[in-house]
């Protein structure tokens, strides 16, 4: 397509945006018409993609990592003929309307990942990327080319300083991944000022020294050499490229381009009218030209043609594959085997044994069941006990493994998690020591937000972890994560309760699910017939008729309260003891299951923890012990540091007898 017409869609964009953000009274416009031209070639020419499939497994993706500049996205989306209408463009950053401030997954046809916090999205983009070579390896075979797509993102200053960058860039050079491109909208502008007054590294630099091609200095407001730079990147298949694509902020404002002022305020209708008059736009607000209308009803044509021709190759791949297919089918729709319920109830884990380990062993024959779940750690795997043994690892060379080496790189891992998932076709699970969930918090959160299944193996769960000390003993992590929401937390107390947490993360498919793990060995808990409730959030272990004394716990803890119950009972107390290993849904219970396990409200309550109790009183009366950790713990061996925090079962028992 000529770039003269391109550029004519890229001077409309720069007016929708403007007024967008004018009419809105809010917004970031000066990304949006710096980077017109570079979204008028993607979505005029480049990339391919058909309106009228969203999700077509093979279109391309594109992710605006600077999610700030959704303007850009939400213009060249209504352009190209996606289900958002000029008025949703007029609704700009209003409540419940299909132009949110940060593009969100869900929310609008079109918009692949959310995106905001900056990085996150170049993150997400090379788990996209990792996501299309490793189906193009499962499901191409020599008749049928069937995944063949790229990933494109534009990322800005702000994206470039974020530490979550670095991490993915480096794994992405690392990994070879060819059909990745990123657009850097280098405005030498931030909120602040110029970047100069942060942010004086060579950007072209870094990314060599992280193995990826890189074209430099390429003029953004020019189409042509902003083609020529894609055609080059798409000549290089072993490395991801970054094209370095210069471009002023606010461009062709009267007074506003490379200001600052230009970032996160609307222009002001005076500045607008110099905008529209320096290319040639009528002054009337939210105008689409007729030549621009006809341009693209052509090109929904074109995409539309090719889409149906990958569906009859589709159709012919899947005469030829019903064994591929049906296997596409269960990692597309995340379908779970129908006899895996009976094979993790079946097997057999020796008892004691930490919780990690049992997990590892379970882990192992879910990964055998379900062809689609891959995943890895943060250089943890020994650790975590989550390398699939019987399956090969991702590398540059080797996308048919089903084992990420994700290196130390927790925040780039959970963020690339969320992009294979997003991507859709594959189920991935992500492992670190609980306590750097912290490092990986933000993509969690991301996760949640979109309604994402990853699933987080975090082990080491408390002070028992002993002589490593204060740094690694997470205290706040079981609150803080709690505290997301649709973020499920699970911390089984044993083995068994183990098995069913897995079970529980393989069937949620609307939300990310933590699984707590120990690293100290446990012993196996009998439950009765209480088991059948670990749905609920909380079940009881041990039931006392007439009980005047409620103990609850999670995790390593569930057995401390079990030792506490014996000693109380020889004292003539009637004890109940109840597991809870996910207290957020067990709140959500009604009254009448809630008071089933604690009692009625004159009930004496006791809460085991060994992390801080901050969410605990929501379940508690005006009679109550709690045994928590309100402190950072200690380095020593496990059995001294629970002396020392008071998880004593004798001490325990001792205090709640004297507050009776």
């Known amino acids: 397509m000529g770039s003269q017409l391109l550029k004519k869609v890229a001077n409309i964009v720069r007016g929708l945006a403007a007024d967008a953000v004018q009419q809105a009274n809010s917004g970031h416009p000066g990304m949006p018409i710096g980077c017109a031209d570079i979204g008028a070639l993607l979505f005029g020419e480049i990339m391919n993609y058909d309106p009228r499939s969203p999700k077509w497994p093979n279109r391309d993706r594109f992710i605006l990592s600077a999610g700030h500049g959704s303007v850009l996205l939400y213009s060249l989306l209504h352009l190209s003929g996606y289900d958002l209408s000029l008025d949703d ?85 690392h990994l070879g991944l060819g059909k990745l491109v990123a657009i850097y909208d280098s405005n030498d502008i931030c909120i602040g000022g110029n970047i100069n007054l942060t942010f004086t590294e060579d950007v072209a630099k870094r990314f060599e020294a992280a193995d990826w091609h890189v074209i430099d200095n390429v003029d953004g407001h020019d189409i042509i050499a902003l083609k020529k730079a894609i055609e080059e990147a798409k000549k290089v298949s072993d490395k991801p490229t970054l094209i370095v694509a210069k471009t002023h902020i606010a461009y062709g404002s009267p007074t506003k381009q490379d200001s600052n002022v230009a970032h996160g305020a609307p222009l002001g209708e005076e500045e607008i009218r110099g905008l529209k008059e320096k290319f040639n736009l009528p002054k009337r607000k939210f105008y689409v030209s007729d030549k621009v209308k006809e341009f693209f009803s052509i090109r929904q044509k074109e995409m539309k043609t090719n889409r149906e021709q990958w569906e009859e190759l589709f159709n012919q791949w899947t005469r030829v594959n019903p064994e591929l297919k049906a296997e596409w089918d269960l990692g597309h729709n995340l379908e779970l085997p129908v006899d895996l319920t009976e094979a993790i109830e079946e097997l057999e884990i020796k008892t004691p044994i930490a919780t990690r380990k049992a997990s590892g062993e379970i882990l192992q024959k879910i990964a055998d069941k379900v062809t689609y779940l891959v995943g890895g750690s943060a250089d943890l795997a020994p650790s975590t006990k989550t390398y699939l043994s019987k399956y090969s690892e991702i590398q540059a060379d080797n996308y048919e493994g089903r084992n990420f080496r994700f290196g130390v790189r927790e925040h780039a891992m959970g963020a690339i998690a969320n992009g294979i998932s997003v991507h859709g076709g594959l189920r991935p699970f992500v492992a670190t020591f609980f306590v750097f969930s912290d490092y990986m918090r933000p993509a969690i959160r991301m996760a949640a937000l979109m309604k994402q299944p990853v699933i987080y193996v975090l082990t080491h769960d408390s002070i028992y972890l002993g002589e490593d000390g204060p740094t690694h003993q997470p205290v706040e992590h079981l609150e803080s994560l709690r505290a997301i929401p649709n973020l499920k937390v699970l911390r089984p107390a044993d083995a068994e309760e183990t098995k069913v947490a897995w079970l529980e993360a393989m069937k949620r498919t609307d939300g990310p699910t933590v699984l707590v793990l120990t690293r100290q060995g446990l012993p196996s808990i009998d439950k009765g017939e209480g088991l059948k409730d670990f749905a609920k959030g909380a079940y009881v272990v041990k039931r006392d008729q007439d009980a005047d004394l409620f103990l609850m716990a999670s995790g390593s803890e569930v057995a401390l309260a079990i030792d506490v119950a014996e000693i109380l009972k020889a004292k003539d107390k009637r004890v109940q003891i109840v597991s809870v290993p996910d207290r957020d849904e067990f709140v959500k219970q009604d009254i009448t299951y809630i008071e089933d396990l604690l009692g009625s409200q004159d009930s004496f309550r006791v809460v085991l923890e060994a992390g801080i109790s901050q969410g605990w009183y929501r379940l508690l009366n005006n009679r109550y012990h709690v045994v928590s950790i309100e402190s950072f713990g200690a380095s020593g061996p496990a059995v001294e540091l629970a002396d020392k925090f008071g998880f004593n079962a004798e001490k325990i028992a001792k205090d709640i007898l004297n507050k009776l």
Request: glycine share 12%.
């Open 89 to 173: 463009l007029k609704n700009f950053r209003q409540l419940d309307s299909k132009t949110p401030g940060h593009p969100e997954y869900g929310e609008t046809a079109g918009v692949d990942t959310t995106t905001g916090p900056l990085g996150q999205g170049l993150a997400n983009a090379v788990g996209m990327a990792v996501a299309e070579r490793m189906l193009a390896k499962r499901y191409n075979t020599d008749k049928f080319n069937l995944i063949d797509h790229y990933t494109y993102t534009i990322l800005g200053d702000g994206c470039m300083m974020e530490g979550v960058v670095a991490e993915a860039v480096s794994l992405a050079g």
